[in-house]
């Protein structure tokens, strides 16, 4: 990202000394001065659907890699050895600033970071759009900011990552992990705290995604829900209970209930996870077999979220043969929504804290109402804390599983319990994080050096 700036800076400055040439204004590219500048309603119309899309475009690289990471899938790739060989850490392999294939779980939330700072810009210098309504596109740009964050966070952990990148040529030091998850609370309850000012009704149109959030209040709701994801990860349990409180959290309700990235046919995107049940294709991600073989009987969650395949898929292309008898089953079409935070997870994130604040009859309610939606009988464990962590963390693996905050991964790291992730089969190792990438270590050189 850095280096593509650099590029376009350097070749700015060649043309400049070589000519004097009018200024033409792209009208498919307009320069971000364009929109900066007093913009009209339908110039920020088009930054807020912008944003909506570009949001969506670390999904595939960071939900397959981290499910890879954690073993809720394979990337099965018969082209390229390297998903098997490098994301399951065969033969030693360990990640480094070059780590192949994911990139764009790394640069693709900045890059809608920024086109969020772009928007707010020009929300504060144009005279198109009230106070009052200012506050709305404050309030999701924001938002998206905050979940944006979490996605290079959660992958990078103790490697830390930039929260200060307004100012691309001058970005801002790296931040640890914990210090990172504090800014990304700042950011959403400065957005939450927008919304809450911004009256009634959205300025602006969002896609089908945002259906039941398409209020100044729905849109806080969301926003509450990542706080409420975030605080988990700072081990914040009343804090997460208290996002709850102003979220979509209904221990009764919906527990598909969320907002989702959409797709369609072009020039829109297809839903990146879909693949034609029993197809045949050169990449595809499987079921890790440990998860149909450590199911309870009876769960319904493995015939509604897995697969079952007329003929194995096989891999053969790394160290050792890989074979998975099932592929997802989630998406009825290639123009199926993707959610990316829904009240099944909420729902869990209160068991979680309530069990870690010793409150375990208000987690074993929560518990029973995932284990009820999945066929199963009540909890009948004991009601110690450490259980019922243990418990939690196994229905969040099946709840959540495959989703694109990359569950799984993060949750036995969170709780020191990475050596459960199962590798026998690949011979594979278990990484604790990703390695900052090459293009930030360069230009921390290359801005030491100038």
Request: aromatic share 10%; hydrophobic share 35%; charged share 20%.
């Given at each position: 990202?850095?280096?593509?700036?650099?590029?376009?800076?350097?070749?700015?400055?060649?043309?400049?000394?070589?000519?004097?040439?009018?200024?033409?204004?792209?009208?498919?590219?307009?320069?971000?001065?364009?929109?900066?500048?007093?913009?009209?309603?339908?110039?920020?119309?088009?930054?807020?659907?912008?944003?909506?899309?570009?949001?969506?475009?670390?999904?595939?690289?960071?939900?397959?890699?981290?499910?890879?990471?954690?073993?809720?899938?394979?990337?099965?790739?018969?082209?390229?050895?390297?998903?098997?060989?490098?994301?399951?850490?065969?033969?030693?392999?360990?990640?480094?600033?070059?780590?192949?294939?994911?990139?764009?779980?790394?640069?693709?939330?900045?890059?809608?970071?920024?086109?969020?700072?772009?928007?707010?810009?020009?929300?504060?210098?144009?005279?198109?759009?009230?106070?009052?309504?200012?506050?709305?596109?404050?309030?999701?740009?924001?938002?998206?900011?905050?979940?944006?964050?979490?996605?290079?966070?959660?992958?990078?952990?103790?490697?830390?990552?930039?929260?200060?990148?307004?100012?691309?040529?001058?970005?801002?030091?790296?931040?640890?992990?914990?210090?990172?998850?504090?800014?990304?609370?700042?950011?959403?309850?400065?957005?939450?705290?927008?919304?809450?000012?911004?009256?009634?009704?959205?300025?602006?149109?969002?896609?089908?995604?945002?259906?039941?959030?398409?209020?100044?209040?729905?849109?806080?709701?969301?926003?509450?829900?990542?706080?409420?994801?975030?605080?988990?990860?700072?081990?914040?349990?009343?804090?997460?209970?208290?996002?709850?409180?102003?979220?979509?959290?209904?221990?009764?309700?919906?527990?598909?209930?969320?907002?989702?990235?959409?797709?369609?046919?072009?020039?829109d995107g297809f839903n990146?996870?879909?693949?034609?049940?029993?197809?045949?294709?050169?990449?595809?991600?499987?079921?890790?077999?440990?998860?149909?073989?450590?199911?309870?009987?009876?769960?319904?969650?493995?015939?509604?979220?897995?697969?079952?395949?007329?003929?194995?898929?096989?891999?053969?292309?790394?160290?050792?043969?890989?074979?998975?008898?099932?592929?997802?089953?989630?998406?009825?079409?290639?123009?199926?929504?993707?959610?990316?935070?829904?009240?099944?997870?909420?729902?869990l994130i209160y068991a979680?804290?309530?069990?870690?604040?010793?409150?375990?009859?208000?987690?074993?309610?929560?518990?029973?109402?995932?284990?009820?939606?999945?066929?199963?009988?009540?909890?009948?464990?004991?009601?110690?804390?450490?259980?019922?962590?243990?418990?939690?963390?196994?229905?969040?693996?099946?709840?959540?599983?495959?989703?694109?905050?990359?569950?799984?991964?993060?949750?036995?790291?969170?709780?020191?319990?990475?050596?459960?992730?199962?590798?026998?089969?690949?011979?594979?190792?278990v990484f604790t994080q990703?390695?900052?990438?090459?293009?930030?270590?360069?230009?921390?050189?290359?801005?030491?050096?100038?």
């Open positions: 990202m850095k280096n593509k700036i650099t590029t376009l800076f350097i070749l700015s400055a060649m043309t400049l000394g070589s000519c004097k040439l009018d200024p033409i204004a792209d009208p498919n590219n307009p320069s971000v001065a364009s929109v900066t500048t007093n913009a009209s309603r339908n110039q920020l119309q088009s930054l807020v659907t912008g944003l909506e899309a570009r949001s969506r475009e670390y999904l595939s690289t960071a939900a397959t890699a981290f499910g890879t990471f954690g073993r809720e899938i394979w990337y099965f790739n018969s082209a390229d050895s390297r998903y098997i060989q490098f994301w399951l850490g065969q033969g030693g392999r360990k990640p480094d600033a070059n780590f192949y294939g994911v990139t764009t779980a790394y640069a693709a939330p900045y890059q809608t970071i920024k086109q969020a700072n772009v928007l707010i810009s020009a929300v504060n210098n144009t005279y198109a759009v009230s106070d009052l309504e200012k506050q709305s596109y404050i309030g999701f740009a924001l938002t998206i900011q905050g979940y944006q964050y979490l996605i290079p966070a959660n992958s990078q952990y103790k490697s830390g990552i930039r929260i200060s990148v307004s100012d691309e040529l001058n970005p801002g030091n790296f931040v640890s992990y914990e210090n990172a998850l504090k800014a990304i609370r700042n950011v959403l309850d400065s957005g939450y705290k927008a919304l809450t000012q911004a009256g009634n009704t959205l300025p602006f149109r969002l896609t089908a995604g945002y259906s039941n959030f398409s209020t100044p209040a729905g849109l806080a709701k969301v926003n509450r829900a990542l706080a409420a994801r975030t605080a988990i990860y700072q081990q914040d349990w009343q804090g997460a209970l208290d996002a709850l409180s102003g979220s979509f959290f209904d221990l009764n309700g919906d527990l598909n209930a969320g907002p989702a990235h959409i797709y369609g046919a072009p020039p990146p996870l879909y693949y034609l049940p029993d197809g045949s294709f050169n990449g595809i991600p499987v079921v890790h077999p440990s998860l149909v073989a450590d199911a309870l009987p009876g769960d319904k969650r493995v015939t509604e979220k897995f697969f079952l395949r007329k003929q194995p898929l096989i891999n053969t292309v790394g160290a050792i043969p890989l074979s998975s008898q099932y592929q997802d089953k989630r998406w009825a079409q290639n123009s199926s929504p993707i959610p990316y935070i829904r009240n099944e997870e909420l729902i979680e804290a309530k069990a870690q604040l010793n409150q375990p009859e208000d987690a074993i309610a929560a518990i029973n109402r995932i284990r009820s939606a999945a066929g199963l009988t009540p909890y009948n464990g004991t009601k110690d804390t450490p259980a019922l962590i243990t418990e939690i963390l196994f229905q969040r693996r099946y709840s959540l599983w495959f989703e694109p905050a990359g569950h799984r991964w993060i949750d036995l790291r969170r709780y020191n319990r990475l050596n459960e992730i199962p590798v026998a089969q690949d011979q594979g190792s990703l390695e900052r990438p090459a293009d930030e270590v360069n230009w921390d050189i290359y801005k030491e050096n100038k």
